[in-house]
């Protein structure tokens, strides 16, 4: 099967960064795009960024300018970069991937069990 491991949160004052790195694994015939999602506490999981195997790129309007998504499909890994962090960024940050196995030949989202990212005021 397949497992997505997420690596790269912790706590940071606002203003700072971190790198989100997520690496993909198992039983894989192909990826199509990769994502990152964020859930905070009383809060749906909302849209991060996302990044196609074409690398084409899409960003939440809050993220735009700040957060940097990018993917070496030779490591099955996707990235993503937080510069100034506010606050209002923390969240436990997921990894998506739209993964084809080898054994069933159809395409679903796999996730991550998510990193923790705080942000101090």
């Known amino acids: 099967q397949v497992q997505l491991v997420e690596s790269g949160g912790g706590l940071v004052q606002a203003g700072g960064s971190l790198r989100l790195s997520c690496a993909a694994s198992g039983s894989i015939f192909s990826i199509n795009a990769m994502g990152w999602y964020r859930q905070a506490p009383g809060k749906q999981r909302e849209l991060v960024a996302t990044i196609t195997s074409g690398e084409d790129t899409n960003y939440a309007d809050s993220m735009k300018g700040r957060f940097t998504i990018s993917r070496d499909n030779n490591r099955n890994t996707v990235y993503l970069q937080m510069n100034r962090l506010k606050p209002e960024d923390t969240a436990v940050y997921y990894c998506?991937?739209?993964?084809?196995?080898?054994?069933?030949?159809?395409?679903?989202?796999?996730w991550g069990q998510g990193t923790q990212v705080t942000v101090s005021s």
């Open positions: 998506n991937a739209e993964i084809t196995t080898v054994r069933t030949r159809n395409v679903r989202s796999w």
